[in-house]
């Protein structure tokens, strides 16, 4: 058995670490020229501490990855498109990327269904930061499939194992929606956080931002129970909390003054939720969905609105029932 994987970064390789064991041949493609070396040696750039098994390979082209039996998407959200219409040939396909398409508010899943619409897509998400699912730390995700159990089954056993567990949810886009919506969230728990606001306010944040998501969710035709699951709270309560998390330092950067611009150089990784508040939030606005921690991420990130004026906003809302 063949697997491909869309993307050489962080959390791509560690999924290729996932599946080595139970797989023929793993291929990896990138455009980094640096990061298909150091894979051919067994190596990551980013990934310190790691060995890759010789079933692992790079590939600079897409065309192998056309003969794999399961392709895993850990592409960065705006490039997905360009590169699957790029695949003549797809037929399974994993989404590991998290985030939502600008322009269009799709979801990857979607965008590969609308390129290839024989393919099945399934979504893998969850509390799952690349570095420690790459040393085998003990990691649980879930898998969201949208038709068969028994074909979503034969997927999970193939990432499922002592330290990386899978569980299995039918409401993919509830899933999906998870692991995109929560990035948005933690940037705003890394803002309150670089302002010094305190513990306090970061559970605030993340009790009141995992209800925002819960609404979109509903609205978009996932089920409001997922958001409570592994790829809506606990994703949530890892991305918001960890220092290792890239959404969070993004906002953490903004809290203690730095602008986007900056924030995002100094830390020289792709920033999911950056670009998912950037295509959320025209769709709360054209769902009628109401979401002040987003919409002030999107007065920060986007709009560049003062800091201290989105702030003052938000803490002076009027007050409401908990559950309405």
Not at 267 to 295: F, M
Request: charged share 25%; hydrophobic share 40%.
């Amino acid at each position: 058995m063949r697997v491909g994987i869309l993307g050489g970064g962080r959390w791509g390789v560690a999924l290729s670490t996932v599946v080595a064991p139970k797989v023929e041949e793993v291929l990896i493609y990138d455009i980094n020229s640096d990061v298909l070396k150091a894979i051919s040696e067994g190596k990551h750039p980013y990934l310190s501490g790691i060995e890759l098994s010789k079933n692992i390979k790079p590939a600079d082209s897409l065309k192998p990855l056309e003969r794999s039996d399961v392709l895993v998407c850990a592409l960065p959200v705006q490039v997905v498109r360009s590169v699957f219409s790029k695949l003549e040939s797809v037929t399974v396909v994993v989404n590991a990327s998290k985030g939502l398409e600008v322009g269009t508010f799709k979801r990857v899943s979607e965008i590969i269904k609308e390129i290839h619409p024989q393919a099945e897509v399934y979504v893998l998400s969850g509390p799952s930061f690349a570095e420690e699912v790459s040393k085998g730390l003990p990691t649980a995700v879930v898998l969201g499939y949208g038709s068969s159990k028994e074909k979503a089954e034969k997927i999970r056993d193939l990432f499922n194992s002592a330290r990386f567990r899978v569980y299995l949810n039918p409401d993919l886009i509830g899933v999906e929606l998870g692991g995109a919506l929560k990035n948005v969230i933690a940037i705003a728990c890394g803002i309150s956080d670089g302002l010094g606001f305190g513990h306090n306010a970061r559970a605030g944040l993340i009790t009141r931002g995992l209800s925002e998501m819960a609404r979109i969710g509903e609205a978009l035709g996932a089920k409001r129970e997922t958001f409570f699951g592994l790829s809506g709270m606990g994703d949530l309560i890892l991305t918001a909390t960890s220092d290792l998390s890239r959404n969070r330092s993004f906002g953490l950067l903004l809290g203690k003054g730095f602008s986007p611009e900056e924030a995002l150089r100094e830390i020289g990784q792709v920033v999911e939720g950056v670009k998912t508040v950037e295509a959320l939030k025209p769709l709360t606005d054209k769902l009628g969905i109401r979401a002040p921690i987003i919409n002030a991420v999107y007065d920060v990130v986007v709009r560049r609105n003062p800091l201290e004026d989105v702030v003052k906003n938000l803490l002076l809302r009027p007050p409401r029932q908990e559950f309405d």
